[in-house]
């Protein structure tokens, strides 16, 4: 079956320190990946997305790319902010709409 | 404008009873869904409707029921509630079921049964 694997938090940074969040899937065909974010008391807002492999994602700083040789989806910073904490979600997307999301990977960022 | 809505925002009620909650969408999108988030924050997909039809219906029980009276609006209802239902309840739409779409999600309703 199809299922996100994300590495577990909590995640504690330092303010402008590098961020890699890991995510590996399993599906069958070409999903679309994606990363959503999850802001205290707020309801999820989608971050980036990759639709087929070697695709990059980028937004506010943040990007992934979509590997397909490793079933990859790896969430990247170059300098966390503390505004940056969050949850955050990998998910994928192989059956038109039906979004498998992986467990979240909370952060916190120190100033 | 809020594009995702969802009335009420929390919700306190005794086992056995009955509950609804609506949602509404202003963003012309075609589809809409209802996801779980237990309290370990793991989110599931329950129900999905497309111009007003079911296409996603996980394995929920049968005292969960969606209505759809037009494809602005999703709403769940949820019979006979159980302790275990406690959760918070998210909807979302996209513009349509293709799996390239990105889902818009409202705030959340936290449903606490007691």
């Known amino acids: 079956g199809n299922s996100v694997t994300q590495m577990e938090g909590p995640v504690t940074l330092s303010e402008e320190a590098f961020l890699t969040i890991n995510c590996t899937y399993t599906a069958t065909g070409y999903p679309s990946l994606f990363w959503y974010v999850q802001y205290p008391g707020e309801g999820l807002q989608l971050l980036l997305k990759a639709t087929k492999a070697d695709d990059k994602g980028s937004n506010k700083g943040f990007e992934a790319t979509y590997r397909k040789e490793t079933t990859s989806f790896h969430l990247e910073k170059g300098s966390v902010q503390v505004s940056d904490s969050a949850v955050y979600f990998c998910?994928?997307?192989?059956?038109?709409?039906?979004?498998?999301f992986g467990q979240g990977t909370e952060l916190s960022v120190k100033p | 404008d809020t594009a995702v809505s969802q009335t009420p925002k929390y919700l306190v009620t005794q086992m056995g009873n009955d509950k609804s909650i609506k949602c509404e969408q202003n963003l012309g999108h075609d589809t809409m869904y209802w996801y779980k988030q237990d309290s370990k924050k793991f989110l599931k997909i329950m129900f999905s409707y497309n111009n007003k039809e079911l296409i996603i219906n996980e394995t929920v029980p049968n005292r969960f029921s969606p209505k759809s009276p037009d494809k602005a609006h999703l709403n769940l209802h949820i019979n006979s509630l159980e302790l275990g239902d406690s959760a918070v309840y998210f909807c979302?739409?996209?513009?349509?079921?293709?799996?390239?779409?990105?889902?818009?999600f409202g705030p959340g309703t936290r449903l606490t049964v007691l």
């Open positions: 998910a994928l997307d192989n059956q038109g709409g039906k979004l498998i």
């Open positions: 979302a739409s996209s513009q349509k079921t293709s799996g390239t779409d990105t889902q818009y």
